[in-house]
């Protein structure tokens, strides 16, 4: 049946067509069930974390630096977020501010003395995300804390090299060969009981400009090193003769994690162990910086 306004419409002079349009359509932000990857997001992922950070010596000595607290957002070249927004479900009135960064927003949280200074300044519990991306708000309350409400950040990690299946200093590694990276055990590794992402192994290695040699991968952007990995191999093609680099080893363990409207996020206990690495042979440090350079915000005895 022909409605009353088709008929009018129908037969009207043209320059009344333009009236009998149908209204356009607003195109609403796409929404994505909970736990459905939006695989075209601007934001890869976001994390709050509670770590620990240690420096190992040539001996296989560790010296605790920090406990620290902090929050990232991962977004995607190009892209900007809008309102973004945590806080302590406990303590909405005090949100915590991001800063922006090449390739994430960073909350800095601060490092602390002791684990009993870390909860203090901030508790174990619920926290609250909330940004706006791509005309859709992520919102999501995560929860950080270990069994019985205690802080279960992994054992401090113990860093050691092998070439040819031998051991080796870290101050003596041959350029010309294969170099793996073995570590100690992680203490609580774990697949993700909400199966999001499982605990994770991250393996840097830099050279003393800060570039970088090797990156493990983060999850939620390809393949990752899940927490039952033994190794890392570096091969001798990417060593340069009589050079310092750096590397860190760290194993954030995965306290709660979820999937809002096309983004994964999760929360994390963390430890991190920093340590120097040399190789024999002619010296190509001569043009290397005089202060060395940290490999992030958790390596304090290389920061201001």
Not at 77 to 86: M, V
Not at 282 to 294: E, H, M, V
């Amino acid at each position: 049946m022909t409605s009353f306004k088709n008929t009018l419409c129908l037969l009207s002079l043209p320059f009344l067509l333009a009236a009998c349009a149908e209204p356009a359509q607003e195109t609403a932000a796409p929404m994505f069930a909970d736990g459905v990857i939006d695989e075209n997001r601007d934001v890869s992922f976001y994390v709050l974390v509670k770590s620990a950070n240690y420096s190992q010596d040539a001996n296989d000595s560790l010296t605790f630096l920090n406990n620290h607290m902090f929050s990232e957002i991962f977004f995607e070249e190009g892209s900007s977020l809008e309102n973004l927004f945590l806080t302590r479900v406990e303590d909405l009135d005090n949100p915590m501010p991001y800063d922006k960064r090449d390739h994430d927003y960073y909350m800095e949280g601060g490092h602390f003395d002791s684990v009993p200074e870390l909860d203090a300044a901030y508790p174990n519990g619920d926290y609250h995300f909330k940004f706006d991306m791509q005309g859709r708000t992520i919102e999501s309350i995560m929860n950080i804390a270990g069994p019985n409400g205690e802080t279960d950040i992994p054992a401090p990690i113990t860093i050691h090299f092998y070439q040819d299946g031998a051991k080796v200093s870290s101050t003596a590694v041959d350029p010309s060969k294969q170099l793996t990276i073995r570590w100690s055990d992680y203490s609580n590794g774990r697949n993700d009981p909400n199966g999001i992402v499982d605990d994770m192994i991250f393996v840097v290695m830099a050279d003393c400009y800060g570039e970088r040699i090797t990156h493990t991968g983060l999850p939620f952007q390809g393949e990752y090193t899940k927490w039952d990995t033994t190794e890392e191999i570096v091969e001798a093609e990417f060593l340069k003769t009589g050079h310092p680099y750096t590397i860190f080893v760290e194993f954030p363990h995965v306290v709660d994690s979820s999937i809002k409207n096309g983004v994964p996020g999760f929360t994390s206990y963390a430890t991190a162990t920093y340590m120097d690495v040399m190789t024999t042979g002619p010296d190509t440090s001569a043009s290397c910086p005089a202060d060395k350079i940290p490999m992030d915000t958790g390596q304090t005895d290389r920061m201001d």
